[in-house]
């Protein structure tokens, strides 16, 4: 899984927010706004990922079960695909 | 023709002859920093954009604004969605969603401070970073109440403006704005623009205070606005 290559995310006011470019920027008006989690995930995605390899990477970085982080990995994944971010 | 617009000179060329006038007080003859033009295709982009129908001359002119803005990323700079005052030297920013009454409450600031008072731009000032200040410039894209200066003013606050039946200033955290700021400012599509931005972004927020404006409509509210903004 990957993310479309029309999204930039930075940090700006201590906030990670990810901005549409390009056509995607005519389509989705406003920015994404997400937390360190979210952050992380969207990282990983940006170079291609497995939804197995986003919830190890996750177990190991944080202090979470293997099950937390896949339904909320899932949860992430499927807000992802409803806005099309997702190639 | 040569404009200047927020410190920098540009060439201009345009298809609306009538356009010039509509530059008129910004001329130069320095120089120019670089040229503007704008195609058909942009023009109709703009036309597009819109729900409502607009000119040729306005469509050309939406678009070399863009055009501007994009460009000024990379001079530390963004067009900013909001109203901007000068008074005592001070520049104060007033962002809101439109129809919300962001003119009435100008209006008030004007009643209180007459000729001292003036309104750098009503609608759309360029901001520029310049030595780690940010500056709000007027601009002739202005609004409908065609409010604008040519000059430039130290920006000291930008108040997120909402109307409350109550009157009420407080300083905000830049963190819980961060979103609400994107939403005032004509982002680029192009990913190389958006690169130069975004960390100007990341310094306003730092560098200008950030306020929540609460207001009525009466005057009033241009009196706790200022003594907010003023540390009063």
Redesign the interface.
């Known amino acids: 899984m990957k993310i479309k290559k029309d999204f930039?995310l930075?940090?700006?006011?201590?906030?990670q927010?990810v901005?549409?470019?390009?056509?995607t920027?005519?389509k989705l008006h406003?920015?994404i706004?997400l937390n360190e989690v979210g952050a992380f995930l969207w990282k990983l995605l940006e170079r291609d990922c497995t939804e197995e390899g986003l919830i190890s990477a996750v177990v190991s970085e944080y202090d979470v079960s293997a099950e937390v982080a896949r339904t909320d990995i899932e949860a992430f994944l499927n807000s992802l695909r409803e806005a099309s971010i997702l190639e | 023709m040569r404009i200047r617009l927020a410190d920098l000179n540009m060439e201009i060329n345009f298809s609306t002859p009538e356009l010039s006038l509509f530059f008129s007080g910004y001329e130069t003859a320095a120089p120019a920093d670089f040229e503007i033009s704008v195609t058909s295709e942009e023009r109709k982009a703009e036309v597009d954009a819109l729900l409502i129908p607009i000119s040729e001359s306005e469509a050309e002119l939406n678009a070399l604004y863009r055009k501007i803005s994009g460009i000024l990323s990379a001079y530390d700079g963004f067009l900013l969605h909001a109203a901007v005052i000068a008074v005592e030297g001070h520049g104060y920013a007033f962002a809101a969603p439109s129809g919300t009454g962001k003119s009435t409450h100008v209006r008030y600031w004007m009643q209180k401070f007459g000729d001292a008072l003036t309104v750098v731009n009503g609608d759309k000032p360029l901001i520029r970073a310049i030595d780690g200040v940010f500056y709000a410039y007027g601009t002739p894209w202005c609004g409908k109440e065609n409010w604008q200066k040519n000059m430039r003013i130290p920006l000291n606050g930008l108040c997120f403006f909402e109307r409350s039946d109550r009157n009420f200033i407080e300083k905000a955290e830049p963190a819980n704005f961060v979103s609400r700021l994107f939403s005032q400012v004509l982002l680029p599509s192009d990913s190389e623009k958006m690169a130069l931005l975004l960390p100007v972004l990341d310094r306003f927020l730092q560098v200008v205070p950030m306020y929540r404006l609460g207001c009525t409509l009466s005057p009033e509210a241009a009196d706790i606005a200022y003594n907010g903004l003023r540390g009063i």
């Open positions: 930039m930075r940090t700006v006011g201590g906030q927010m901005v549409p470019l390009g056509e920027s005519k406003g920015v706004h």
